[in-house]
């Protein structure tokens, strides 16, 4: 509304100065400072009611052509398209106005008809160039907005990128730390040393594991999204080896559905998850550790396990579920949603 004021004052404004331009010998002028209150102010209403009808008329255009022709199209072509259509717009509103006036006021001067069509030309020159002045205000703004529009639009995606670039530093970075996690090498390597002793072929089958986990972080650690089929393959091996070094401390249960195996998730998402779950909680056999992986109808694959809470709890950054968040944030999907009860702690991602 302040804006549309603002015009209405240039449209008045402009109507007056122009006006008087126009012919400023007319007795007219000579006689306002004579003429009695009411007349000047029927007169300022008057002026008021043209400079808001040629405003709204010029707007219009303006706004009809910024949607079906834009000026990043084709700009000679618009501003023709629009200075024509402001031209024939003012021309039509005056024979309009012109003709209303005339059918319904009967006590109207009589008046030379010379000097009626130069009055007449006068109005419609004034009403151009205040359809042309209106629709050049309009243009600059519109163009200063989508000029700023478009500089936020490439501040925003150069953070996004930026944002992106260290989300994915920082996922690679978690990956390598694993990979050199000695704790993490010696544990699995240890357990490798005990079953190639109890049993060669298993101790086969575990170095064969341990391989394929390590090769997955080195090929998969920089991909934004991985099929979800992929990442479920890479969860087996990785359960594996927990298997064999927890024991019976933990029971895995996997459920997904066949349908969004196709769909994509975040490479090591489910890895960081199990992580999590396993760092965070009691293992023992006579009540282990539950880990649910499974998938809802809301395209959702969920991560679950039951709440053991360790007795001395170890310092933790909480890299791996901030990491996860953060790369779906920057990613521009829908953030991932935790659940935390007495008995469960829930993360439900979505599938992309």
Same mark, same amino acid.
């Given at each position: ?20 331009? $126009? ?10 400072? /004579?003429?009695?209150?009411?007349? $000047? ?94 629709? *050049? ?6 163009? +200063?907005?989508?000029? /700023? ?9 150069? +953070?996004? *990128? ?8 920082? *996922? ?30 298993? !101790? ?13 972080? +080195? ?69 282990? +550790? ?27 950054? !909480? ?20 659940? /935390? ?12």
């Amino acid at each position: 509304m302040k804006r549309r004021l603002v015009i209405w004052t240039v449209a008045i404004i402009t109507f007056c100065v122009f006006s008087y331009l $126009i012919n400023p010998f007319d007795p007219l002028w000579d006689g306002y400072p /004579k003429s009695s209150w009411q007349t $000047i102010v029927e007169d300022l209403l008057w002026v008021f009611f043209f400079s808001a009808i040629i405003s709204e008329v010029s707007i219009s255009i303006d706004g009809i052509l910024n949607r079906l022709l834009p000026w990043r199209n084709r700009t000679v072509k618009r501003l023709l398209i629009q200075g024509g259509l402001q031209i024939i717009g003012s021309i039509l509103m005056v024979i309009i106005i012109n003709f209303i006036i005339e059918s319904t006021s009967e006590s109207l001067p009589e008046m030379d008809s010379r000097k009626e069509y130069t009055l007449l030309g006068q109005w419609v020159a004034t009403n151009i160039i205040i359809s042309l002045i209106i629709s *050049a205000f309009n243009t600059v703004d519109y163009l +200063l907005a989508n000029w /700023k529009k478009t500089a936020v639009e490439a501040a925003q995606h150069k +953070l996004r *990128a930026s944002k992106h670039k260290q989300a994915a530093m920082a *996922a690679e970075l978690q990956a390598l730390k694993l990979q050199i996690d000695p704790h993490f090498i010696f544990n699995n390597l240890s357990v490798l040393s005990e079953l190639i002793l109890e049993d060669q072929q298993l !101790g086969y089958e575990y170095s064969e594991k341990f391989a394929r986990v390590y090769r997955y972080l +080195l090929v998969n650690s920089k991909k934004d999204i991985i099929a979800l089929e992929e990442e479920l393959k890479f969860l087996e091996s990785y359960i594996f080896l927990i298997e064999k070094r927890i024991g019976e401390g933990v029971v895995f249960k996997i459920d997904i559905e066949e349908e969004y195996k196709s769909m994509y998730t975040l490479p090591l998402s489910l890895q960081l998850l199990v992580e999590n779950a396993i760092k965070h909680n009691q293992t023992s056999k006579s009540n282990p +550790l539950r880990i649910e992986v499974y998938t809802l109808p809301t395209k959702e694959l969920v991560v679950s396990n039951t709440v053991l809470p360790l007795i001395n709890k170890p310092d933790s950054s !909480g890299v791996g579920l901030t990491n996860i968040i953060a790369r779906y944030d920057i990613l521009g999907y829908t953030k991932p949603i935790i659940e /935390k009860t007495e008995n469960q702690f829930i993360v439900k991602l979505p599938l992309i």
